[in-house]
């Protein structure tokens, strides 16, 4: 009983990070993007973006964003422990296909130092209070429009040194 309940584990746990990547291959509108990062303008800003299309039933579109930092030395993305947390935010009543997102400030890293940061943004349908669908999206290329003013850049992470 013991190893068929961890086989059936295991089947359940690979099979989820697949059924999100099919769920974003199969709705080329849904994704998230860096989309600012660390400009002459805005030094130590970096901009993540989301697009949420509409679900059957109009829910409402909800999303968070995490920022997660890149340990060199562990070669592994860590959660940042603060400052790099949206909170839920409604982003679309549901009858459309919506964008949104936020800039997160950060103090530039000491000289001879760099800090690479990308986006992890969950995203909900709602139906009042009750989560009709779900998905967790990270940062990706490929979303830059020169028609769109906040996405003239679209990267996967963003690399803030000095």
Do not use: Y
């Not at 089947?11 to 990062?37: F, G, M, Q, S, Y």
């Not at 030395?73 to 409604?90: I, Q």
């Not at 130092?113 to 290329?141: F, H, I, N, P, S």
């Amino acid at each position: 009983m013991t190893k068929r309940a961890l086989a059936l584990g295991l089947a359940v746990a690979a099979l989820a990070p697949a059924a999100a990547i099919a769920k974003t291959e199969a709705r080329p509108d849904l994704w998230a993007t860096v989309n600012l990062c660390d400009t002459p303008a805005r030094p130590g800003a970096v901009g993540i973006r989301v697009s949420i299309p509409p679900e059957t039933g109009s829910p409402q579109q909800w999303a968070r964003i995490h920022l997660q930092w890149f340990d060199g030395t562990k070669r592994a993305w860590r959660a940042l422990r603060s400052g790099g947390d949206s909170g839920w935010k409604r982003i679309g009543i549901g009858t459309r296909l919506v964008q949104g997102g936020m800039t997160f400030n950060f103090d530039p890293p000491a000289a001879g130092t760099r800090l690479v940061l990308r986006g992890v943004v969950d995203v909900e349908w709602r139906d009042g209070r009750r989560v009709v669908d779900q998905v967790r999206l990270r940062t990706t290329e490929g979303h830059a429009s020169s028609a769109d003013l906040h996405r003239r850049v679209s990267r996967s992470s963003c690399e803030i040194k000095r």
